[in-house]
């Protein structure tokens, strides 16, 4: 598995890159979307989600057009309610990565929407 913290200063905002067996997730994409891209193809990756833990006020986010030129969905937690598609994701509700896997935890503080992503290890058939 591999763990990228996308950082930028001037508007101190940090954005994930995440990829376990050819797939990714971006969390909390900046605006240009064009080095996750770049990161995945060079990963031999395919983006499969867009995952977003709150609506942000501080920051124009690159989520939709990532969604676009990825083909991967964007997720929010609960409460949320979006202008554009995306799945609005149960407190619990699960998404597999790879070898991880992401459960959506609806945590209320910066935002009444506000949700975190906590990884476990996806139990493996043998």
Do not use: W
Request: negative net charge; glycine residues 8%; contains cysteine.
């Amino acid at each position: 598995m591999k763990i990228e913290q996308i950082y930028t200063g001037c508007l101190a905002q940090g954005a994930y890159y995440i990829e376990s067996d050819g797939e990714a997730v971006v969390i909390d994409p900046l605006r240009e979307v064009e080095p996750y891209i770049a990161k995945a193809e060079k990963d031999n990756a395919t983006i499969k989600y867009v995952l977003e833990t709150h609506f942000h006020a501080d920051f124009v986010s690159g989520h939709i057009d990532l969604s676009k030129k990825s083909g991967a969905p964007i997720v929010y937690g609960p409460n949320a309610n979006p202008a554009f598609k995306a799945i609005v994701a149960n407190d619990g509700q699960e998404f597999k990565l790879g070898r991880v896997t992401f459960v959506v935890l609806h945590t209320p503080g910066h935002t009444d929407r506000r949700t975190s992503l906590t990884p476990r290890p996806t139990q493996l058939s043998s």
